[in-house]
């Protein structure tokens, strides 16, 4: 079945204390993203990758960073979290910039 | 960044009415979707639209893409409980980023 997974689905954290989200593609997809939801902002883009080993910042990168070492996986890593990006995170996926945007099934991040 | 207003932001209807989402930009985009999401999930595409003025249908749902490509929207006829949920448009510019509005949630009540 094609799609995209993400892990874990739900994490309740300390300020400071890193963490990844993980997110899987297994549709040979060459771009990838990650994407913040708050109520009323909608989605915003923090990072897009268009390929292995290249990556770009979306509209919120700011204490975010990514890495795209192979084409199914692109992480998502918080190296010192702090509340303020208590949020619900997707990860999607698609083959071309025009073409259907896959997103996974969201982590619920809390930052304590 | 290329803002995109979605209106309204909610909306209670009883079904068999029909409903009319806005979604506007000051900017010009190559293409347009059109997602639905549900509670727990993840946004999915229910519609792409590339050409000014193109308008396609969907059953119940019509999408339909301004002239200019700013501006977009999506009619919903005889609305079931089953349409509930957050719609969303996203505009795609002739770049990679895809930005997306801020919903419209829609709760359909039998």
């Known amino acids: 079945e094609a799609q995209v997974t993400q892990n874990p689905r739900y994490l309740i954290t300390v300020t400071g204390k890193k963490l990844t989200v993980t997110c899987s593609q297994n549709?040979?997809?060459?771009?990838m993203s990650w994407y913040r939801q708050d109520p009323g902002l909608g989605l915003r883009q923090i990072y897009y990758s268009m390929n292995v080993e290249v990556t770009d910042k979306g509209d919120v990168p700011e204490g975010y960073k990514v890495s795209r070492k192979e084409k199914r996986n692109f992480p998502l890593i918080l190296e010192s979290p702090s509340p303020n990006q208590t949020s619900l995170y997707f990860c999607?996926?698609?083959?071309?910039?025009?073409?259907?945007?896959?997103f996974g099934p969201g982590t619920r991040l809390t930052v304590l | 960044t290329q803002l995109l207003e979605q209106s309204p932001q909610f909306l209670s209807i009883q079904e068999g009415e029909n409903l009319t989402v806005y979604c506007n930009s000051s900017s010009v985009f190559s293409s347009l979707q059109w997602y639905r999401q549900e509670p727990g999930e993840g946004p999915v595409l229910l519609v792409t639209v590339v050409t000014g003025g193109e308008v396609k249908k969907l059953k119940r749902l019509t999408f339909q893409f301004g002239d200019a490509r700013k501006d977009s929207s999506l009619h919903i006829t005889a609305a079931q409980p089953g349409d509930t949920g957050l719609y969303l448009c996203a505009g795609n510019n002739a770049g990679n980023m895809l930005t997306f509005g801020g919903g419209t949630r829609l709760m359909v009540k039998p």
């Open positions: 999607a996926s698609r083959r071309s910039s025009y073409n259907e945007q896959f």
């Open positions: 549709m040979n997809h060459e771009y």
